[in-house]
């Protein structure tokens, strides 16, 4: 072998030693950037599943909102729907009141009128004067019909070219107008009460308002003073019937007095007559014993000294008797005062203060506890005074905003205590008085006994129904 070809192997086993290097190298360098390559798309690849995990939560979240936008819009709805509900609630209920206000105008009911109780406009003195001055008021009425100032037209109508055949049609409309609200008022005043004079008044100005709205095209309207007039009748015929009635009372309270008084002057003199009786019993038994005096001696003596002593002490209380009844029947104003209670029918401190002339003022008391009350009375004080009318309306005065009854002043029972009461008298009438606190109300609290042991019964008997027949509660 040459050198020259030697030389050329060595060179080319060289040359593939270095490619084969290079080669290695390369491959090496090839797979680093493979596997870098590999771990650069593995990062993206798990960078695009956290994409897609949170496209996905995003999704689901702008789902949310998408629906919470449309429940807002629900909710904007709603509202809006419950606004216009109740503004027409709102509309409507003012309505409902109106009409309710209107239908209470035409019912006759004995219910407390909304439009309140009524303050007496005239208030004259007696029922005559009332009559008069109705009289006068229907006068002035007809005055102003027949003087065309009731009911005005303020045009000139013109009825087929003719001017009267107007003022014919003008006059007769004038007249219906005037015969339907004169036809309103009569029927509203015949049947006026105190229960509905406010809602009659308030009637009657309707009907105005009423008449004259269909009388606006034909111009055509009932004056105010006219109406005031017949708003004046109104009141007037209410007064008027309570004036009848407070004028009746008070004859029934004079009757009452009289017939009190008449029962007081009869026990006075049946007291003075019995006194009498007694006296001039004891005057004869006195006047035998002292003929008899010069016929005994000893023992009888002393025995009949002693019997005229008595005798001669009956004669005076039998005479002082006879005084006392004939001075009470002349005193006009001496009686008893007396307050009492019934727990049974009023309840705690409710107390009746009145007065009686009788000579035994407790058969009063006992009057006053008869079928009209449930229970019996329970007597309180009984207070002599020479001037009983003025100690009782002492109290009557002392104790008034504290009356049951604001209306009929001769109901005298008082929400008030026994202390008061004792307190007021001592005060201002200066006199001690023996005062009961006790309040026994017998009858009541037997009744409440009596109700209650028929209650516990009645458990009893339940209980005992219970325990024989068990399986029937299920």
Known sequence: MTLGLIITILALGIV??????????????LISEIEKKNSELTSKVDENNKLNSDLERFSVIVSIEN??????????GIKTSATELNDKFINAKSIFKELEKDIKLYQNDLEFVELGIYEPIFDLETSEKYKERIKQIVARQ????????????????????????????????????????????????????????????????????????????????????????????LHLVYELAHKKYQEKEE?????????????????????????????????????????????????????LNSQIAQLEQNLREAHEAKERAISRAQETKSGHVYIISNLGSFGENVYKIGMTRRLEPLDRVKELGDASV??????????FSENAPELENLLHREFDDRRINKVNYRKEYFRVTLDEIEQVIIDKFEKEVDFIKDIEAQ???????IIKQLEQAKEEQSEKEIEKYPDSLF
Request: hydrophobic letters at 35%; proline letters at 1%.
């Open 251 to 303: 004859v029934r309270a004079i009757r009452e007095e009289q017939r009190e008084e008449e029962r007081a002057q009869r026990e006075f003199e049946k007291a003075r007559k019995e006194a009498e009786i007694e006296e001039k019993r004891y005057q004869k038994a006195l006047e035998r014993a002292r003929k008899d005096l010069g016929l005994v001696s000893g023992q009888q003596l002393e025995e």
């Open 142 to 233: 007809k005055q102003l019909i027949k003087g065309g100032n009731a009911c005005i037209c303020q045009t000139e109508w013109v009825v087929g070219n003719s001017r009267k055949q107007g003022e014919i049609m003008t006059r007769r409309y004038i007249n219906l107008t005037l015969r339907a609200f004169n036809g309103e008022c009569d029927a509203l005043i015949s049947k006026v009460r105190w229960n509905n004079v406010k809602r009659f008044e308030e009637r009657i100005k309707k009907s105005f308002n009423a008449i004259n709205k269909l009388g606006k095209s034909n111009n055509t309207y009932i004056t105010d003073q006219y109406l005031n007039l017949k708003l004046d009748e």
């Open 374 to 383: 449930p229970f019996t009375f329970d007597l309180h004080a009984m207070i």
């Open 67 to 76: 629906e919470i936008e449309l429940k807002n819009k629900e909710l904007l």
């Open 443 to 449: 009858q009541f609290r037997e009744t409440k006994s």
């Open 16 to 29: 593939l030693f270095i490619l084969l290097n290079q080669s290695k190298k390369a491959k090496t360098k």
